[in-house]
C-alpha cells in the first residue's frame, strides 16, 4: 500500500489530540490513511477517526491493553503495520509516542525521525522538520528506509476536519507472550483533569520569581480562566527547590512544549529555559527585571511585581469573560 | 552487579549553535557528559557501591575529544571503558547506526544492566536505548526515574516516568534502562577519582574492528538556525493594575485568546 499508518494513542478513555493531528496531516500526502488503534475499550472511539481523514481503521481492542506494556503494543502495532505495508507511519511524540515509536522502527529494522514539527511530501518521500540542540537547530531529515518512521510533536501541526471512508476492522492479534517481560505492577496518574503540558494550548509557568509553592495557586488560577485547554508549568528553579513536581518543568531537562500561549512568571529565561517553551505562538513575560533575557523572546511584556500584575490579570480576564 | 553504560559527549547547554553544512561548527564549544547519562553514569555505581561487587563499564562512541568525557565518568567511579573513537563513522552515524556499533561493543562483555540516557540532548532522538534493546535482545524500560535489584539480581523493580504520573515494573535482568531526570543527584568527580582515572583501563577500537558497516537510516539534508524571534512590546502603565488591564486587551483583542 503507498499509503500512511498513523498510530492513534489512547489515554484516559480517549483518543489524543495529537492523533488528530497526525491522521489530517497524512490525509495530504495521498493515498490511502489507515489508522491502528490500541487499547481496552478502544472499539467504541475508533470511528471518530474518520473525521480526521482515517480510511481504514484497524482497532486492537482486549483486557490485556488496558495499560501500555511496550512490547505487547509493539507486538500489536507491527503485525498491524505487517499487513498494512504503508510507506510512511506518523506517531505522536507523547511521553508514550517517544517510548513507543523507537521501539516499533526498531522492530521493523528502520530508522526513525523524533519529535518533527513540519511533514512535507517530496516525490515518494516524506521530509520532516526537527529541532536539534534542544531548539536551537532545525534539521531536514529524510529517513532513507522503508516504511518511513516519524513521531510527530504535540500541537505542532494543528488539525483539521476532513473525512475519511471510516471502515473499522477488529483485528485480532497473536502476542508472543515469551517476549513480554515487562511486568506491570502499579500506575499512578494524577486525578488531574488539566491536559499534559507537551499537549496544552495554554501553559502558565513560574520560576524562582514566584518566592513559594503555595503561590503557584495563582498560577493555576490564572491557568483554569483559559478553559480546560490550559496548565501550569514551571521553571527547573522552581522545581530544584521542591515547589512543583518534575512533570511540570518546562525547558531542555523538562518539557519541549509549544503552546498557543506561555506566560512566564517570575522566570528570567535562562537559554535551557528557552530551549523548552521557545517555539510556543505567543510569549508573555512578567518579571520585575527589565533586563531579563525572557523579554528579548517575549511578544508581551510586564515590567512589574508579578504578585501585583498576576492578581491584577486574573481580574481583568474575569471582566473581559463577563 | 556489573553494568555496562552507554555515554555520549555532547555540547555543553549554555552553547551558542552555529550551522555549518547539514551539521554544526564545533570550534569553541565546551563538551560534556549528557546530562542524561551523568544519572546512568551515577546510577550504576550506586548499584555497584550498594552490592559491594561488580563493575561498571563506559561504552562510548565518540571522536578522539570523547576521551576526556569517558575519563570523567571513570573519575566519578566507573572501573573501565570502550571507546569506540572513530570520527568518520562517528559523523554520519545516526541512533540506527549508533546502536549498531554499542551492541557490537556490548555483546562481549558480562553484565546485568545496561544504561542509557533518555535522550542525547544533541540530536535530541531518544531513540538509542530501544535500538539498542532490539539488537540486544532485551527488555527496554524507559523513562526510569528508581531503580532496585532484587538480591538474586534476577529481576529489577523499576519507577518510570509516564504522562502525569509513573508506573512499577518488574523486569528479569539483564535488561536496557534509560534515565530520567529525578533518578538520582549525580556526584563530582573527586581529586583522588581524577588520579585514579588515569590509570583506569580504556579499550579503544574502531566500527570496522567491531565488524559493524551498518550505515544510518535517516540523512540530514539541511541544518539551519531557528527564525529569529523578535522582542515584542513592552506593555507600559502607571501601575501593575493598568498594565494587567493592557494585557488583558491584548490577550483579548490581538492574540484573541480570551
Ligand atoms: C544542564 C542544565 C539543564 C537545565 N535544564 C533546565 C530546564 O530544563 N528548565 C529550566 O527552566 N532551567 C534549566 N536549567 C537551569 C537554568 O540555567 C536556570 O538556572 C533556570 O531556568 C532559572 O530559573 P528561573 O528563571 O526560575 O530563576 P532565576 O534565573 O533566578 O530567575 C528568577 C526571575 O524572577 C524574577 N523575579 C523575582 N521576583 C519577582 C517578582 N516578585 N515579580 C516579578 N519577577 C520576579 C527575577 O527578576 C528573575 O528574572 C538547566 C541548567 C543546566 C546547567
Ligand atoms: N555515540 C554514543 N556513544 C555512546 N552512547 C550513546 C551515543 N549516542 C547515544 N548514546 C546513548 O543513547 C542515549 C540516547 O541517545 P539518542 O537516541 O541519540 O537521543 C544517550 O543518552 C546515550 O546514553
Known amino acids: 500500500m503507498a499509503g500512511t499508518l498513523i498510530y492513534a494513542e489512547v489515554q484516559k478513555g480517549e483518543i489524543k489530540k495529537g492523533a488528530f493531528e497526525i491522521t489530517s496531516k497524512a490525509k495530504e500526502f495521498g493515498g490511502e490513511v489507515a489508522a491502528c488503534i490500541i487499547g481496552k475499550g478502544a472499539e467504541a472511539l475508533a470511528p471518530q477517526l474518520a473525521k480526521y481523514g482515517a480510511d481504514k481503521i484497524y482497532v486492537v481492542d482486549g483486557p490485556e491493553f488496558e495499560n501500555y506494556v511496550p512490547e505487547a503494543f509493539v507486538q500489536a502495532f507491527v503485525q498491524v503495520a505487517n499487513t498494512v505495508q504503508p510507506t510512511v507511519i506518523l506517531t505522536s511524540a507523547s511521553a508514550q509516542g517517544k517510548d513507543f515509536t523507537p521501539a516499533v522502527a526498531a522492530r521493523l529494522n528502520v530508522g526513525a525521525v523524533s519529535d518533527c514539527v513540519e511533514l512535507k511530501k517530496e516525490g515518494d518521500k516524506v521530509i520532516a522538520k526537527r529541532p536539534m540542540y534542544a531548539g536551537k537547530a532545525y534539521a531536514l531529515v529524510e529517513a532513507v528506509g522503508t516504511p518511513q518512521v516519524i513521531s510527530v510533536r504535540p500541537n505542532a501541526l494543528g488539525f483539521k476536519e476532513i473525512a475519511g471512508a471510516g471502515a473499522v476492522e477488529k483485528v485480532a492479534v497473536n502476542l508472543d507472550a515469551s517476549k513480554i517481560k515487562v511486568q506491570v505492577k502499579a500506575v499512578e496518574v494524577a486525578a488531574t483533569t488539566e491536559p499534559d503540558q507537551t499537549e496544552a494550548e495554554i501553559i502558565v509557568s513560574g520560576g524562582r520569581g514566584m518566592k513559594g509553592p503555595e503561590n503557584f495557586k495563582m498560577l493555576e488560577d490564572l491557568a483554569k480562566l483559559f478553559g480546560p485547554t490550559a496548565t501550569t508549568g514551571a521553571s527547573r528553579a522552581a522545581v530544584d527547590a521542591g515547589w512543583r513536581a518534575h512533570s511540570y518543568q518546562v525547558g531542555q531537562t523538562g518539557k519541549t512544549v509549544s503552546p498557543n500561549l506561555y506566560i512566564a512568571c517570575g522566570i528570567s529565561g535562562a537559554i535551557q529555559h528557552l530551549a523548552g517553551m521557545g517555539t510556543s505562538k505567543v510569549i508573555v513575560a512578567i518579571n520585575k527585571d527589565p533586563e531579563a533575557p525572557i523579554f528579548t523572546k517575549a511578544d508581551y511584556g510586564v515590567v512589574d511585581d508579578l504578585f501585583n500584575v498576576v492578581p491584577a490579570l486574573i481580574e481583568e480576564i474575569k471582566k473581559i469573560k463577563g | ?258
Request: with cysteine.
Open chain 2, 1 to 258: 552487579m556489573n553494568t555496562v553504560v552507554c555515554l555520549k559527549q555532547v555540547p555543553d547547554t549554555e552553547t551558542l549553535i552555529k550551522v555549518a553544512g547539514t551539521s554544526i561548527a564545533t570550534e569553541g564549544i565546551k563538551w560534556v557528559i549528557n546530562p542524561y547519562d551523568e544519572f546512568a553514569v551515577e546510577e550504576a555505581i550506586r548499584q555497584k557501591e550498594k552490592m559491594n561487587a561488580g563493575k561498571v563499564t563506559i561504552v562510548s562512541l565518540g571522536p578522539d575529544r570523547a576521551i576526556e568525557s569517558i575519563r570523567t565518568a571513570l573519575a566519578m567511579g566507573a572501573d573501565d571503558a570502550v571507546h569506540i573513537n572513530d570520527g568518520a563513522y562517528y559523523d554520519t552515524a545516526d541512533p540506527y547506526a549508533t546502536a549498531q556499533v554499542l551492541a557490537a561493543a556490548i555483546k562481549g562483555l558480562t553484565y546485568d544492566a545496561v544504561f542509557l540516557g533518555k535522550q542525547a540532548i544533541d540530536d535530541d532522538a531518544g531513540q538509542v536505548p530501544a535500538f539498542l534493546g532490539e539488537l540486544l535482545g532485551l527488555p527496554v524500560v524507559t523513562q526510569v526515574i528508581k531503580f532496585e535489584v532484587s538480591a538474586d539480581k534476577k529481576t529489577a523493580t523499576v519507577t518510570r516516568e509516564i504522562e502525569g504520573g509513573q508506573m512499577v515494573v518488574e523486569v528479569p535482568l539483564p535488561a536496557v534502562f534509560s534515565a530520567q531526570k529525578g533518578l538520582n543527584e549525580p556526584r563530582y568527580a573527586s581529586l583522588p577519582g581524577i588520579m585514579k582515572a588515569k590509570k583506569k583501563p580504556v579499550d579503544v577500537k574502531n566500527a570496522g574492528a567491531l565488524g559493524v558497516s551498518a550505515g544510518p537510516m535517516t540523512v540530514i539534508k539541511e541544518m539551519s538556525l531557528p527564525p529569529a524571534r523578535q522582542a515584542g512590546k513592552i506593555i507600559t502603565g502607571d501601575d501593575a493594575k493598568a498594565k494587567a488591564a493592557a494585557l488583558a486587551k491584548a490577550l483579548h483583542e490581538e492574540v484573541k485568546i480570551i
